[in-house]
């Protein structure tokens, strides 16, 4: 099971930025799916960035593409989300996430393991 713990919410006013961080007790020898996920108040849980820990390639919700950018750094096992442009639309409990890579990190379904959330709030 992985640990993950996240931090870097906060307040900000649209436009402004914000680096979410997330730690990660992933298997330096093992291949993971690791993922941002948001949640607003009476909302469903949807996914917003993705990214391969071996190959690195990303994937994003399509309301975030061209502003946020996710990375993984193996060695550190820090999964970092930076959010530039950010809108009152993205005001949500921020989680990080995590699942064995098995062929694609493209879904969003089957995380296995998440943190506890980091809240993000954005005010026009």
């Known amino acids: 099971q992985v640990h993950l713990v996240e931090s870097g919410g906060g307040s900000v006013q649209a436009g402004g930025s914000l680096r979410l961080s997330c730690a990660a007790s992933?298997?330096?020898?093992?291949?993971?799916?690791m993922g941002w996920f948001r949640q607003a108040p009476g909302k469903e849980r949807e996914g917003v960035a993705g990214?391969?820990?071996?190959?690195?390639?990303?994937y994003y919700a399509d309301s975030v593409k061209g502003r946020f950018t996710i990375s993984h750094d193996n060695t550190k096992n820090t999964l970092s989300l930076q959010m530039d442009s950010l809108k009152p639309e993205d005001t949500g409990m921020y989680y990080c996430?995590?699942?064995?890579?098995?062929?694609?990190?493209?879904?969003?379904?089957?995380?296995?393991?998440w943190g506890q959330g980091t809240q993000v709030s954005v005010s026009s």
């Open positions: 990214i391969s820990t071996t190959e690195h390639t990303t």
């Open positions: 996430a995590a699942k064995l890579y098995i062929s694609s990190c493209r879904y969003w379904n089957s995380y296995t393991d």
């Open positions: 992933i298997s330096p020898g093992r291949g993971y799916c």
